[in-house]
């Protein structure tokens, strides 16, 4: 049985408490200094939309470890899942001796993604993991070597997908070399875009497409990969149009266009894809994080012909698919369906608007507020200019922290506040964490 938490914000202690103070020590001796940490204190237990700390805080979370608990922490579904899976057993390898706990979570998202052709997936552990597959089925499907990216995006901290990200510290710095053919095309980054505002989706559009023919060849393209919403790199909505353009084109030229879901899919933006927002069907769909509630599980879920091109064994892995991660994403799904999350994620999207609308009223400062769903963030700059203010940033996360209130950070310039709750919040508690941020504004801006 999970333990239900009380969904209320509690300071037991100060954040963190003596308890959590201690065990940083241990931490700091024990575990490598090259891994960040958003908040010091240790977690307990956790439940919904509440972590409780060793000191007694329960703390609301408004990251779900980086957009994965949609469904809650510890979502009942998921558990009773996971307790009979682990029960039956722990692992066979789905390539040595095959389960259905494997077939049943491609047959989900073979139906649940978007796009009416024949689809087939593989799984695996981790989205960096997913996009190395993705591309590395896209080049064996086309025969082609070059890839296509966008500034700010964020795919992974495996070679091949640092490759991909954008962002060089923290992801990249002294980490090269990193692998070639890879091409970064400009992104439609509407609040920083210097060019005519009423024109962005067209003049992006030729832009890149232009390079892509001029700088590549659009018949060297094997795939072109992009978040429908940017996730690190700060939340990012590429304008009305800009997705399905992309699309054309690379149907045009027989190119693999993938979407990678892995921050926006799963219900996260008030559709189950981000992509379902403007009818795109991405050749090729990359997901994780959401899909399972917590456990590490990801996938590629393609049209049936590109994810049949590879030779038998050409695609595997030893922890692929794990049967307690399928069981998780099992019910997942099924939490998600049930409990009617996606409208949840449009409702929770008023919520966010309407607060954070009020709080920029307040304080120019805030120079953007974006997103869909419950996937929104607001963009920091200095008043009166869009010069990027991380500094407030800083202040307004710690002011949340110390007051029970996890809020994580994005962007290319670090300047973004994102939100990410899970999808089973209270209203009453996200209206008590947005209470707080707005303090934190009033006291730190
Ligand atoms: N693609 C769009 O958002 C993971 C990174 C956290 P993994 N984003 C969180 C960190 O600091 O490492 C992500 C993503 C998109 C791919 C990934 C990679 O997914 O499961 O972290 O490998």
Redesign the pocket.
């Known amino acids: 049985m999970t333990e239900e938490l009380a969904q209320t914000r509690h300071l037991a202690t100060e954040i963190p408490g003596p308890l959590s103070t201690a065990a940083m020590q241990r931490r700091k001796d024990a575990v490598s200094g090259g891994l ?1 940490m958003a908040i010091p204190v240790i977690i307990k237990c956790a439940s919904g939309a509440i972590l409780e700390d060793i000191d007694g805080n329960r703390i609301i979370d408004l990251g779900s470890g ?2 994965v608990t949609t469904v809650g922490n510890s979502a009942p579904r998921v558990v009773a899942r996971v307790q009979e899976a682990v029960a039956a057993f722990t692992h066979t390898n789905f390539t040595t001796a095959p389960y259905m706990g494997y077939i049943e979570v491609c047959e989900a998202l073979n139906r649940m993604t978007p796009g009416s052709f024949a689809k087939k997936s593989i799984l695996q552990n ?4 997913a ?1 190395e597959n993705a591309i590395k089925i896209a080049r064996h499907y086309t025969k082609r070597q070059a890839i296509v990216v966008f500034e700010h995006a ?5 070679n091949l ?1 640092m490759a991909l990200t954008a962002k060089n510290i923290p992801y990249k710095d002294g980490f090269g070399p990193f692998a070639s053919e890879i091409y970064r095309m400009p992104l439609p980054y509407a609040y920083r875009w210097t060019g005519n505002p009423e024109t962005i989706t067209e003049d992006a559009l030729k832009i890149v497409t232009t390079k892509i023919e001029k700088e590549i060849g659009a018949h060297n393209v094997a795939a072109i990969i992009i ?1 429908p919403i ?3 790199g700060g939340f990012i909505v590429p304008p009305k149009g800009f997705l399905p353009g992309l699309q054309s084109f690379a149907t045009d030229h027989k190119i693999v266009f993938i979407a ?5 899919g799963f219900a996260r933006t008030g559709d189950w894809f981000a992509v379902n927002n403007e009818n795109v069907e991405p050749d090729m769909i ?1 997901t ?2 959401g899909i399972a509630g917590g456990l ?1 599980l ?1 996938a590629v879920t393609a049209r049936a012909e590109i994810m049949d091109s590879s030779h038998v064994g050409g695609l595997g892995g030893t922890y692929g698919g794990n049967p307690i991660a399928c069981a998780a994403a099992l019910g997942s799904i099924e939490t998600i369906e049930q409990e009617n999350l996606v409208e949840r994620a449009r409702h929770i999207e008023k919520i966010l608007f309407t607060a954070l609308r009020a709080i920029a009223a307040k304080h120019p400062e805030i120079g953007d507020i974006r997103g869909r769903g419950a996937m929104v963030a607001i963009e920091l700059v200095k008043a009166g200019s869009k010069d990027p203010n991380p500094e407030l940033m800083a202040k307004v996360i710690k002011y949340c922290q110390s007051k029970g209130v996890l809020i994580l950070t994005a962007g290319s310039y670090g300047n973004v506040i994102r939100f990410l709750p899970p999808l089973v919040i209270s209203d009453a508690l996200l209206n008590d964490a947005l209470g707080v941020l707005a303090e934190a504004f009033d006291v730190s801006a």
């Open positions: 960040g980086i957009g981790s989205g960096a993991e996009v964020y795919h992974g901290r495996t997908t978040e940017l996730g690190e990678d879901e892995v921050q926006s990359v994780a994080k590490p990801a």
